[in-house]
């Protein structure tokens, strides 16, 4: 099964101030995530998905580093 991201306009303009370690982590989240699918971003080491509580409780999260997370349903 085929996945699609749906990114807000902000992602290219915000991803210009982030170190290229984090962009290069998110690259690379994206790209498991259309070739694999969720099943594969699991399997990969370093990738730590986490589900949300409260008002973001439908949504789930993915830790790019310690100080960096991609938010998304």
Not at 12 to 37: N, R
């Amino acid at each position: 099964m085929k996945w699609k991201i749906n990114e807000s306009h902000k992602v290219k303009k915000e991803s210009k101030k982030l170190a290229t370690e984090i962009v290069q982590h998110y690259q690379a989240w994206k790209q498991i995530i259309i070739d694999q699918g969720l099943e594969g971003m699991l399997s990969q080491h370093g990738l730590h998905e986490e589900h949300l509580h409260g008002g973001l409780s439908h949504e789930r999260s993915v830790r790019l580093n310690h100080r960096c997370l991609v938010i998304g349903a």
